[in-house]
């Protein structure tokens, strides 16, 4: 894996990480035995927040249309989730009236369904009308044409804009107070455009690191390289009702 | 005036507004004098919240070295404050590393210094690091060089990502208990990515009508377009403490 051959967007965007150690508002203590959970540092959730740059997951068989028979991904950089990462291949995304993205990273492992997860501003420069769905939840979403070097493939559904969301691991949903499927909310203190993130599904797994999924355009509303401070608060403080 | 003689991104951008009729939070009462206030309807404040698209200012000297010796701004489209206007002009901005924008519109009237205010997107598209800043703000900003069909402009500065503001008159200000360079708080409620905008600097002026201006990146943000709700607050309810 040569980290050299990186291509700017990816480095700039799909693996540009806020690592920032926040202080997340506790509404609940944690448990002792958490002290080895997931992502823990010094026996405390460590939040991370990542900025998840336009990509695709493939099945098996579209890999192999795309990329060639008996290919498969070849991980090129791994993702904070173990067991994920960004593959080598790209493939162009087309959408109607002839525009398109020429270089959609390929996240990996496969999946049972191909879905192309994109910010509103890739999608409007699209021409793809991209509602706002959690991964997996496709039906009766706009379909493109991926192409790659040895095929192409017609999708009846699956561009999305991804919805923000939150991985954890057990004892995260225990130190915040939440569970699998609730919402939280994350304020991002920025210079001159701090933003408070609603609707911040939780996505609970007992593998999963604690952090935050946003895309270019939330990134970039809060100039998250610049912020100052990150908090992941459940939902509910009163601030919601005017 | 030929409308249909906009191009696509200023119909779907630059005048892209959400002409949504809020409930503003009042903190203090209205005024009974303030029945005629500019934009007011109904004897009430009535909000809009519009996206500003990448676009610039010219002073009267850089119009003439980049569109002839001569010419002026001719008004295309007005836009909601009385005596602002999208021009027919457009300019081509070119950032280091040969990137460029080929089309950005010009905004009137001229200014007595150009300035040229692109979302972060934009920015990091164009390879220029464009610090958020309120508009004239421009000392040591990065610059960038103009192109027009007679001519092109070196910037040494002004190179901007505009920060989030509300224009407002004083029954506005006196409505919301706010003055002039006070920050408010903005919450749009949209389906899956509801966001709240702190950081919303008060612009008054007797002449303006009440109006957020924010950017392409903070509009898909929130998905503008689908949004059910959008409430303006003073800030300080208390949420913005963790």
């Not at 498969?72 to 009236?97: C, H, I, N, S």
Request: proline share 5%.
């Amino acid at each position: 894996m040569n980290s050299t051959s990186l291509d700017r967007s990816l480095v700039e965007q799909l693996v540009r990480q806020a690592l920032r150690q926040s202080s997340p508002t506790s509404t609940a203590s944690p448990a002792v035995a958490s002290a080895n959970a997931p992502g823990w540092v010094d026996g405390k959730p460590n939040l991370r927040v990542s900025i998840s740059a336009r990509h695709c997951h493939l099945t098996d068989e579209h890999v192999e249309i795309l990329f060639g028979a008996g290919s498969v991904l070849k991980a090129e950089k791994d993702l904070y989730q173990d067991g994920f990462y960004a593959a080598e291949q790209t493939v162009m995304v087309v959408g109607p009236r002839r525009r398109m993205l020429g270089s959609v990273r390929v996240l990996g492992p496969t999946r049972p369904f191909s879905q192309v997860e994109l910010a509103l501003t890739d999608s409007i420069s699209l021409g793809i009308d991209a509602p706002v769905r959690h991964s997996g939840k496709i039906d009766g979403t706009p379909g493109c044409v991926l192409v790659g070097p040895a095929g192409s493939v017609q999708l009846t559904q699956g561009v999305i804009r991804a919805a923000r969301h939150v991985h954890m691991n057990f004892a995260d949903c225990e130190h915040f107070g939440v569970h699998d499927g609730d919402m939280m909310k994350l304020k991002i203190s920025s210079p001159d455009c701090s933003v408070t993130f609603e609707d911040v599904l939780v996505r609970a797994d007992k593998a999963a690191k604690l952090e935050v999924h946003i895309d270019t355009d939330e990134g970039n509303a809060c100039n998250l390289d610049a912020a100052t401070e990150v908090v992941l608060k459940k939902s509910g403080c009163g601030c919601e009702k005017k």
